[in-house]
């Protein structure tokens, strides 16, 4: 898309919280584009639950123990961030802005936090390197020839990228009913970069192109052999992406990962999953502090971002609501949404009587 094609509507007030870039969005993207980012699968009751568990958990807030200016920052696998909030891997980005990732994650530097980038970019693993200087990370779908997976990695390490996302809950892409209606495939024009350009037309032309797309290039039968295979592959940490179960949670430190993701995929798998806040403190009590717990779906407040980070999570990442302000205002729009984030953090966070991110305990929050 052009920048001229993803000014938003001037009829609509400016956006004062998350949830404001999405209207303006659905202004300015052509309705298959809107109906990718924004569906889940099925009956999309995992999308809407992500967001219904979030307010079941209510705050016991502290006073007189308020400050004025909480510190946000922290530190995560040896990086410092200046906030406990990361920019999951989203595929395709070009989509939503013409600068697609690199745009995102100029973003996510300015606002001194991690950008994790898909494998099914739209622009390459060495150029969204090259187009900002902050913290990357490489997100991974295990390819059927693993060494096509070995060049990834590869390429990763040699472009400084600093750790490995792993994601293990798309053996095979959910039944997403939008993109079915909308018979949509890869849009013209738009190719996975880090795929030599690949459209792989040659499996899209079925009742659901792309998904059939997407999974001519992800591993339909993923094991823990493959994460083991992974961590002895390289150096870099190694997160878990779409862990939800506590026994999974065990496995997966023991095999070597370095850090978790609990995930349901936005609710885009398997419909009907637990709630990722819901399944949290079971995974952060199952791991035991071995290794740092981060969660998705469905924040869209600060008061969400809190609340995970009660409940054991040392840091959480968005999606959807960094793709709407990328189609709105493109590295600019990143940055306010990300600001806007920021800001409300703070407020919340000194309302409910915490100074730093280490003052935030389970006795803070309670399940309703």
């Keep these: 898309m052009t920048d001229s094609a993803v000014r938003p509507d001037t009829r609509l007030a400016p956006p004062l919280k998350l949830d404001d870039f999405e209207p303006r969005a659905r202004e300015v993207l052509p309705r298959g584009i809107y109906d990718y980012i924004a569906g889940g699968s099925e009956d999309e009751a995992a999308l809407r639950g992500n967001r219904e568990a979030f307010a079941r958990y209510r705050f016991r807030f502290r006073v007189l ?6 510190e946000l920052g922290g530190e995560l696998l040896g990086q410092h961030f200046a906030m406990p909030v990361h920019l999951s891997p989203t595929a ?3 989509m939503a802005h013409s600068d697609g990732e690199a745009a995102a994650y ?3 530097t300015d606002a001194g936090i991690a950008y994790c980038l898909s494998t099914l970019s739209s622009v390459s693993i060495e150029d969204v390197a090259a187009s900002a200087s902050g913290v990357r990370w490489f997100q991974l779908y295990m390819h059927p020839e693993r060494a096509v997976s070995a060049a990834f990695v590869e390429r990763a390490v040699d472009a ?8 293990v809950d798309l053996p095979k892409t959910g039944r997403r009913e939008r993109d079915i209606y909308n018979a949509f495939s890869l849009p013209e024009g738009l190719s996975y970069a880090n795929l030599d350009g690949r459209r792989n037309q040659a499996t899209a032309e079925g009742p659901d192109p792309f998904a059939q797309n997407v999974n001519a290039h992800t591993h339909p039968a993923l094991s823990w052999g493959d994460l083991e295979w992974l961590v002895a592959k390289t150096s870099l940490p190694v997160i878990l992406k779409g862990v939800v179960r506590p026994d999974d949670a065990h496995h997966a430190v023991e095999a070597g990962a370095r850090g978790l993701i609990v995930s349901n995929h936005g609710g885009r798998q398997l419909d009907y999953a637990i709630a990722s806040i819901d399944a949290l403190p079971d995974v952060v009590a199952a791991v035991g502090g071995q290794v740092p717990v981060l969660v998705d779906g469905g924040i ?10 009660c409940l054991g999570a040392s840091g959480v990442l968005i999606g ?49």
């Design 65 to 70: 123990a308020s400050t004025d200016r909480p």
């Design 92 to 94: 395709i980005q070009r």
């Design 106 to 108: 100029r973003g996510a």
């Design 160 to 167: 400084g990228y600093s750790a490995i996302v792993l994601t």
């Design 300 to 309: 869209r407040r600060g008061t969400d971002v809190l609340k995970a980070l």
């Design 320 to 368: 959807r609501p960094y793709l709407w302000a990328l189609a709105v205002g493109g590295t600019d729009g990143v940055r306010r949404m990300l600001a806007m984030l920021r800001e409300e953090i703070e407020v919340s966070m000194s309302l409910l009587g915490a100074g730093r991110l280490g003052e935030l305990s389970q006795d803070l929050v309670t399940r309703v």
